[in-house]
């Protein structure tokens, strides 16, 4: 077991997999274009790379293409409209907020999505209440791998860095925990591109499944 005071985690691909309903926008925009789905696997991948990598593998263009910042809004619209339809916790994790909440130890989200996405989707699925500290790239001038958020965080809870974990599935978010001084956690099961070698992020820790990190976590 593991001896800490706070839990911090990443967004999507992390505590949340909200591929479902990104998936779901990118598609539905892709047939008001007249142009083929993309399958599941291939946005769950792009999925960490936010909206705009979501666009770019979607329309096959760059960002200074004049149409990308046009279909990036009508992409925005269209997940908004449906953010929380199929998006979940992953599995396991439930019971580890649980056992954080029996246990009297804080957990929060950093996380580089905005707060009006961020917002939405964890008061739809009933978690923001819980959440000690909610951390997005609104609430500071340098978003991850900055460390800036992760400050924020720990000065929200009140809780030194060295005693909070954090757990996210990009190398940014190991970047952001270490250089804040946090120890940190890489989400093996998150959405990480198939060329990407997460042993080289260097986390203190890899879980692989979402359904081992409880007992990382709570296990003598």
């Not at 929060?108 to 959440?131: C, F, H």
């Not at 951390?135 to 909070?164: N, S």
């Amino acid at each position: 077991m593991i001896n800490f005071k706070a839990l911090l985690f990443d967004l999507d691909g992390t505590l949340l997999d909200t591929a479902p309903d990104f998936t779901t926008a990118l598609n539905r925009q892709l047939a008001l274009h007249d142009l083929s789905s993309l399958p599941d696997e291939a946005i769950r991948r792009c999925v960490t790379n936010g909206s705009a990598g979501l666009i770019a593998a979607g329309f096959s263009m760059t960002q200074d293409d004049p149409r990308f910042e046009p279909l990036q809004v009508e992409f925005l619209e269209l997940y908004f409209a449906n953010l929380a339809d199929r998006t979940a916790l992953f599995e396991g994790l439930q019971s580890v907020l649980d056992e954080c909440v029996v246990r009297g130890i804080p957990w929060g989200i950093v996380t580089n999505k905005p707060w009006r996405y961020t917002e939405s989707t964890l008061l739809q699925l009933d978690l923001m209440a819980g959440a000690a500290t909610v951390i997005c790239p609104d609430h500071v001038t340098h978003p991850k791998p900055d460390p800036e958020a992760m400050f924020l965080a720990c000065t929200e809870i009140a809780i030194a860095p060295a005693d909070c974990l954090y757990v996210g599935d990009h190398v940014r978010d190991i970047v952001a925990g270490r250089d804040a001084g946090m120890r940190t956690i890489a989400a093996g099961w998150g959405y990480i591109d198939e060329n990407e070698e997460i042993l080289d992020w260097q986390a203190d820790w890899v879980v692989d499944q979402s359904q081992q990190l409880y007992s990382l976590l709570f296990k003598d």
